[in-house]
């Protein structure tokens, strides 16, 4: 019953998000624009998401995904790779990046991993405007082309982004690879894998006393938070045709935690209803973004007073078929 | 099942052991050794080295001189995920578990080392993975049946009693199969009812081929309990035998009665 629920629940979910969305805004570009930037910064958010399973903090995801950036920038303007080799090769720089970093920072528990998290998007920063010979410094890297067309034996698997509406294209690949990741983040809380980072979270020291590789496993958790990031930060950057320093800023970072907040850390899909939520309520209020900080400093502090379980925790007494709640009941 | 027959190879042994926390030396050149199916106690006062002992034994703390020898092999200082697989598994003096899982998902987590799927098998879910969790389960409730909580079993352990809590402590110490188990202070907070009981499965557990060190402040149950004794004073080993021995050896009722004056009545008496 559960099962045919939950299946129920994701089809739903998938026609609304990959047919009545893209159809209800098929005249307007922009705000499509914008829910293809909902889903990417959602699956940036993922990763954090992840973190936050494992009971760390990660303060620094904007700092991985301008590593993303700038890596699949770089391979598609330098070395004149195509964009889906980029892609995958961005996924994989920021995940290496991630394990060399992570393998001292790691050792950090609570607010001081945080706080040394803090500093990561502002070195990734301060490296993307020094090392000019491979970023163009604060200029930035300009007219990205776009993603070419993928053939296999003369099979047009996706077209050349130029030769479609390219707003539609970035809406169905962004959706795909939030999809794609969403998907990755179930399978890894509802496996085995779920219980080991569950086990990390609430108390590492008797984890390892069964024989828990404690280290190497926060290490996987963080590789992962910044495939995610890697892969979205590639995405962001190719869309929007060229990357800056400020593409990702430390005011990213803590948005990604609010999202993840407000959504709700209990559940996969926090990550993704919480972005959704925020970002779009205030693409939608335009003039308040000079308040953008203020606004989302209230808002976490309000969700931390009454609503610390997130938007997903609450019970609204008609809920359809839609979100599963299994990994709600234990969290 | 029988108790394992003693072997003449010590099955862990600690030899010149020092742990120094600044200028305080809390565990100070000790050695002993442990024999296979052996229940072996380290007491001592408050404060006397022997959490940290334990901690040294199964490398949660590394040390400062000294070794700690399993089955013959140098094991000093190596990290505690490794100490559990080479089969010693320590419990911990504070009641430690996974408060926010029922006492059954508690169980299954600790079955990890016995998993045969890799992390990628995990994240398939490929046949190996689920079989072996399905084992896991099986093995859990068995293990939680024994320890009587088989009607807690679905419980969220922090629900639970503070008894029950200490037997799920050492539920979840079980089910790595560990070959030597470190029970610290397993009998604190129960009444003479429960001890009598959960020195019955310790017992049990011993029996099915784990040899056990335990720290306890229950002299009672000590006495009871083990084949030999270990105290600790100071950080150092001023004395080590068979129950009889420790209760009639005058350093030992010294260390003890040279601590009346702290009116802690558990550290003062030696006589069960
Ligand atoms: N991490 C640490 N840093 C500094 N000092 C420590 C640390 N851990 C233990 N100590 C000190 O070492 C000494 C021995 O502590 P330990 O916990 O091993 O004693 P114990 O015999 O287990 O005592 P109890 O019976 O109260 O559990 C104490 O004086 C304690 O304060
Ligand atoms: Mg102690």
């Not at chain 1, 995610?228 to 930060?233: E, K, S, T």
């Not at chain 2, 010693?88 to 408060?99: A, G, K, S, Y």
């Amino acid at each position: 019953m559960a099962k045919v629920k939950t299946a129920l629940g994701a089809s739903l979910f998938l026609l609304v998000y990959l047919v009545l969305i893209p159809w209800l805004f098929r005249d307007q570009p922009y705000r499509l624009g914008v829910l293809t930037t909902a889903s990417v910064l959602s699956l940036i958010s993922a990763g954090v998401w992840l973190m936050f399973y494992i009971g760390r903090i990660n303060m620094g995801q904007g700092g991985f995904a301008l590593v993303g950036g700038y890596a699949a920038a770089i391979l598609v303007s330098k070395l004149g790779l195509s964009f889906w080799v980029a892609l995958i090769g961005a996924g994989f720089i920021t995940v290496v990046i991630s394990i060399l970093v992570g393998l001292p920072l790691l050792r950090l528990k609570g607010v001081y991993f945080s706080m040394i998290t803090l500093s990561l998007t502002e070195t990734a920063r301060l490296a993307a405007q020094s090392l000019s010979s491979l970023t163009n410094g604060t200029k930035g890297i300009l007219n990205l082309p776009l993603p070419g067309a993928v053939e296999i034996a003369g099979f047009t698997l996706i077209p050349d982004f130029a030769s479609v509406d390219k707003h539609f294209a970035f809406y169905f690949l962004g959706a795909f690879l939030t999809i794609l990741g969403f998907a990755a983040l179930y399978r890894v809380v509802n496996s085995r894998l779920g219980w080991l980072f569950r086990s990390l979270q609430q108390n590492e020291d008797l984890a390892s006393s069964f024989g828990v590789d404690v280290p190497r496993l926060r290490v996987i958790a963080l590789a992962i938070c910044a495939l995610f990031a890697g892969i979205g930060g590639a995405f962001f950057v190719t869309m929007q045709q060229s990357v800056y320093p400020a593409t990702f800023t430390f005011q990213d970072s803590t948005y990604f935690l609010l999202y993840c907040f407000l959504g709700g850390l209990g559940s996969v899909w926090g990550a993704f209803v919480g972005t959704f939520v925020l970002f779009l309520s205030f693409e939608m209020l335009q003039g308040l973004n000079q308040y953008q900080p203020l606004i989302y400093s209230l808002i976490m502090i309000g969700m931390m007073l009454w609503l610390p379980n997130g938007l997903l925790s609450i019970k609204p007494p008609f809920f359809g078929p839609g979100e599963p709640k299994k990994e709600e009941a234990r969290p | 099942m029988t108790p394992m027959p003693m072997t003449s190879m010590p099955l862990m042994e600690v030899k010149n052991l020092t742990k120094r926390f600044g200028g305080l030396a809390a565990v100070n050149d000790v050695t002993f050794a442990v024999a296979e199916g052996e229940i072996l106690s380290v007491i001592g006062p408050n404060g006397a080295g022997k959490s940290t002992l334990f901690k040294l034994a199964s490398s949660f703390l590394a040390a400062t001189s000294g070794k700690v020898f399993f089955k013959g092999e140098d094991i000093t200082s190596q990290s505690p995920h490794i100490a559990a697989r080479k089969g010693i598994v320590r419990t911990f003096q504070e009641t430690t578990i996974f408060r926010n899982m029922t006492a059954l998902d508690n169980v299954v987590v600790a079955h990890h080392l016995r998993s045969r799927a890799s992390l990628p098998g995990f994240f398939f879910g490929t046949k190996t993975a689920r079989e072996d969790e399905g084992r896991f389960r099986e093995s859990a409730s068995e293990i939680l049946d024994y320890l009587g909580l088989g009607d807690v079993k679905d419980m969220v352990a922090s629900t639970l009693p503070h008894g029950h809590l200490r037997a799920l402590g050492i539920a979840i110490g079980m089910a790595a199969e560990p070959q030597l188990l470190l029970l610290d202070e397993p009998f604190a907070g129960m009444n003479s009812e429960e001890t009598a009981q959960a020195i019955r499965m310790v017992r049990g557990i011993r029996d099915r081929g784990v040899t056990i060190i335990l720290v306890e402040h229950d002299m009672s149950a000590v006495m009871n309990i083990s084949d030999r004794i270990v105290v600790l004073n100071f950080g150092k080993k001023i004395a080590e035998g068979t129950p009889a021995e420790i209760q009639n050896d005058e350093v030992v009722i010294e260390a003890y009665l040279g601590r009346e004056d702290e009116s802690e009545d558990r550290t003062c008496t030696l006589k069960p």
